[in-house]
């Protein structure tokens, strides 16, 4: 069974910096694209960040590029996303995903964690 367990989610202050964590189980981790996404109160879930399968390819969304950084340690099957300079409109519920051929759309995975809350005040 696909298992994915996010962890980090906290409350910060604006300025502030979270590692978020997503660890997989049940499935050949190294050879899927992981992708991290938020959904905000009342609004769609959107995609922040995947890296893929060789962790040479990342993608970022425009409002966290130069901000979050993500990486994937294999051995250990957990993907990190480091979030600094967080702000404000950051506030909302993290999920990572699993897919053999990953993207940067939440339709694109069949495979959820069950989210992690990050909340950051102005």
């Known amino acids: 069974e696909v298992q994915l367990v996010e962890s980090g989610g906290g409350s910060v202050q604006a300025g502030g910096s979270l590692r978020l964590s997503c660890a997989g189980s049940?499935?050949?981790?190294?050879?899927?694209?992981i992708g991290w996404f938020r959904q905000a109160p009342g609004k769609g879930r959107e995609g922040v960040s995947v890296?893929?399968?060789?962790?040479?390819?990342?993608w970022y969304a425009d409002s966290v590029k130069g901000r979050f950084t993500i990486l994937r340690d294999n051995g250990k099957k957990t993907v990190y996303l480091e979030m600094n300079r967080l702000e404000p409109e950051d506030t909302a519920d993290y999920y990572c995903?699993?897919?053999?051929?990953?993207?940067?759309?939440?339709?694109?995975?069949?495979?959820w964690g069950q989210g992690t809350q990050v909340t950051v005040s102005s």
């Open positions: 995903a699993a897919d053999r051929h990953g993207g940067s759309k939440p339709g694109q995975y069949n495979h």
């Open positions: 890296v893929g399968s060789s962790a040479d390819s990342t």
């Open positions: 049940g499935f050949d981790f190294a050879r899927y694209a």
